[in-house]
């Protein structure tokens, strides 16, 4: 597989993946919502090496597509276009940033209700559960005996195989779950927030799973 991840949200946590996929080898090119002035120049300087395209551009040429916006402006994005493509879905539902979202129960998982906007998708919940600071600090190359876990959650195992060579890529320790335990991966859950290895995060999410 070639390796050229799309990104779609120039914010924190697009920009930081961005980084940590470039030193890794990827090509990397990232849609921004084009309502800020001097875009072009906050990913030259946040994201060097990068290509700032339009997000149509950014989904027809990515391996594996990472949705960094914030949840509620995901319905602003084609995702008919997404059908058929390893989707990760980085977000969660931050209320003072989100609101109520129709049709999103509190306890629900969000990657539910983002899968449920175009089915079609190969959504892959992933990245979620870990501050974009630590994206960057935690990132260890493989082998290092201080590795983070990281979930890799969805039903579809080929999506599942291809985002874990991402995240072995950017220095994590990818643990591939079912989307069934994507709830346990959100701001409540054991492993929100918590420098886990991965086979931490695997009990701890079994844990979690069994109460
Ligand atoms: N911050 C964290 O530590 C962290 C960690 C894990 C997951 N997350 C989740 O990851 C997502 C992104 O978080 P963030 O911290 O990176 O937020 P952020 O810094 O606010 O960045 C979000 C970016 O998405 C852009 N955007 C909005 N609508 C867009 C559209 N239609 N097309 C393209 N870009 C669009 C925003 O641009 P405008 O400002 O121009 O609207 C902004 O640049 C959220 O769902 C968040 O819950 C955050």
Same mark, same amino acid.
């Given at each position: ?8 949200? &120039? ?25 800020? *002035? ?9 994201? *060097? ?18 949705? &960094?916006? *914030? ?18 879905? &980085? ?62 959650? #969805? ?34 859950? *054991? ?11 695997? #009990? ?8």
């Amino acid at each position: 597989m070639t390796k050229r991840l799309g990104i779609i949200g &120039a914010g924190k946590v697009g920009t930081t993946l961005g980084r940590l996929a470039l030193a890794a080898g990827w090509e990397v090119r990232i849609a921004a919502s084009g309502r800020q *002035p001097l875009q072009d120049l906050i990913v030259e300087t946040m994201l *060097p090496g990068a290509r700032l395209l339009p997000e149509a551009a950014v989904v027809a040429d990515s391996d594996v597509i990472v949705l &960094a916006v *914030p949840l509620s402006k995901v319905r602003e994005l084609d995702l008919d276009a997404l059908s058929d493509k390893v989707v990760v879905d &980085a977000m969660n539902h931050w209320y003072p940033v989100d609101g109520n979202l129709d049709g999103l129960t509190e306890g629900g998982s969000s990657s539910d209700w983002v899968a449920a906007l175009n089915p079609r998708m190969r959504l892959v919940k992933s990245l979620n559960h870990l501050g974009y600071h630590d994206m960057e600090t935690d990132a260890r190359p493989v082998g290092h005996a201080e590795r983070r876990g990281v979930a890799v959650a #969805s039903d579809d195992p080929g999506a599942n195989d291809i985002v874990a060579g991402l995240l072995n890529d950017l220095g994590f320790d990818p643990v591939e779950l079912p989307a069934a335990v994507g709830v346990h991966l959100q701001g409540d859950g *054991p492993v929100f927030g918590r420098w886990v290895d991965a086979p931490g995060l695997r #009990s701890a999410i079994a844990s979690a799973t069994e109460r």
